[in-house]
Antibody, heavy 119, light 107 residues
């Protein structure tokens, strides 16, 4: 069964760093791009950007460029979303989702990782 | 950036009725428009891609139509399992993909 399984809830303080994961299984990791999508409390979905596991080519939405970093570990078939210094405004649910190519839409999603940033 | 405007924000319907959801794009997106269903605590689920193609395993009660800037998701004969939030997504403008703000379908 093809799955994207995300890491669990994170509670952090402002200024702390964080890396959350999206662990994939049931398909060839290199054959799909991985996207990250944010959903702030009570709000809609926001596309953050995309990374290609084959060569780690990453594209960021302008709103998120410089704020987060995408990475992958091909040996683990996992993708990561990382912050170096969290803000309270980063409190949100974060989803990973895959696409076959940048001309396709998301065909499989992770269950989401809640991130809470509070002092 | 292409802005997607969904209407209405909330749609109140009864089981068995038809629901019609709208998604309007600020610029032409061709048929690169998808619809997703979201329920609390669950991963969003792809319903429709290419504006009108049902995803694998999706009931024929869900249908999508439109092209260019105006799109519609129709849910015929609503079941209790259909009450959820529905999002549209354009994947025409790479790499500036965007979502609508969502429509909540409630009883």
């Amino acid at each position: 069964e093809m799955q994207l399984v995300q890491s669990g809830t994170e509670v952090k303080r402002p200024g702390e760093s964080l890396r959350i994961s999206c662990n994939t299984s049931g398909y060839i990791f290199d054959e799909y791009w991985i996207n990250w999508v944010r959903q702030m409390p009570g709000k809609g979905l926001e596309w953050m950007g995309i990374i290609y596991p084959g060569d780690s080519d990453a594209r960021y939405s302008p709103a998120f460029r410089g704020q987060v970093t995408f990475s992958v570990d091909k040996s683990l078939s996992a993708a990561y979303l990382q912050w170096s210094s969290l803000k309270a405004s980063d409190t949100a649910m974060y989803f990973c989702a895959r696409v076959p190519t940048p001309r396709d839409t998301f065909d499989l999603w992770g269950q989401g990782t809640p991130v809470i940033v509070s002092s | 950036e292409i802005v997607l405007t969904q209407s209405p924000a909330t749609l109140s319907v009864s089981p068995g009725e038809r629901a019609t959801l709208s998604c309007r794009a600020s610029q032409n997106v061709g048929t690169s428009l998808a619809w997703f269903q979201e329920k609390p605590g669950q991963a969003p689920r792809l319903l429709i891609s290419g504006a009108s193609t049902r995803a694998t395993g999706i009931s024929t009660r869900f249908s999508g139509s439109g092209s260019g800037t105006q799109f519609t998701l129709t849910i015929s004969s609503l079941k209790s399992d259909d009450f959820a939030v529905y999002h549209c997504h354009q994947y025409y403008d790479w790499p500036l993909w965007t979502f609508g703000q969502g429509t909540k379908v409630e009883v």
